[in-house]
T-cell receptor
Framework: RKEVEQDPGPFNVPEGATVAFNCTYS??????FFWYRQDCRKEPKLLMS???SGNEDGRFTAQLNRASQYISLLIRDSKLSDSATYLC?????????????FGKGTSLLVTP | ETGVTQTPRHLVMGMTNKKSLKCEQH?????MYWYKQSAKKPLELMFV???????ENNSVPSRFSPECPNSSHLFLHLHTLQPEDSALYLC????????????FGNGTRLTVT
């Protein structure tokens, strides 16, 4: 089983819709979680960290479910400019070593 | 200057050329990474340097040779590349302790002819 898995999509949603992505991770010792956004032919950019209590930044909400080992990203009131690939990142730093793993990304297309 | 800077932004090279990609980070991080991203494909980790020591080499062909002279600079030396090596090469840095996220440079778009 891959350490981090995402549904590649694409998710096609109309403007104004609410869309959610999940990302599952296999190692229960994972400690830090992030969502990145990558536009076509550009570098990934940090969108938001994911905290145990959940966190919100404007239209974006990130949540962590340790029991089921997944993180989620919810986008409300989708804008055309939200079209991008969303990558989750899982970090594990333990006695066995440091590991940082990217998911393969979920593609979102917001249409007029 | 802040963040992670990569040069050049674009590079076209022949299969017999030797070139180097440069990455510099001004974030005080202690780990640096090279990633490769081919068209419409996910990120592929190539090399990781933590505290200036190479800690991971994901079976990358020897025609790619990394160099990390200090914690702020990372190079990727290229020689006798193949057309299939054409891709976006991304440098990133992070602070290993504290599980901080990666910060990426703008990337070098490499075309091998």
């Amino acid at each position: 089983r891959k350490e981090v898995e995402q549904d590649p999509g694409p998710f096609n949603v109309p403007e104004g819709a609410t869309v959610a992505f999940n990302c599952t991770y296999s190692n229960s010792a994972s400690q830090s979680f992030f969502w990145y956004r990558q536009d076509c032919r550009k570098e990934p950019k940090l969108l938001m960290s994911v905290y145990s209590s959940g966190n919100e930044d404007g239209r974006f909400t990130a949540q962590l479910n340790r029991a089921s080992q997944y993180i989620s990203l919810l986008i409300r009131d989708s804008k055309l400019s939200d079209s991008a690939t969303y990558l989750c990142v899982v970090i594990r730093d333990s006695i066995s070593g440091y590991a940082l793993n990217f998911g393969k990304g979920t593609s979102l297309l917001v249409t007029p | 200057e802040t963040g992670v800077t990569q040069t050049p932004r674009h590079l076209v090279m022949g299969m017999t050329n030797k070139k180097s990609l440069k990455c510099e980070q001004h974030l005080g991080h202690n780990a640096m990474y090279w990633y490769k991203q081919s068209a419409k494909k996910p990120l592929e980790l190539m090399f990781v340097y933590s505290l200036e020591e190479r800690v991971e080499n994901n079976s990358v062909p020897s025609r790619f040779s990394p160099e990390c002279p200090n914690s702020s600079h990372l190079f990727l030396h290229l020689h006798t590349l193949q057309p299939e090596d054409s891709a976006l090469y991304l440098c990133a840095s992070s602070q290993v302790q504290g599980n901080s996220p990666l910060h990426f440079g703008n990337g070098t778009r490499l075309t091998v002819t």
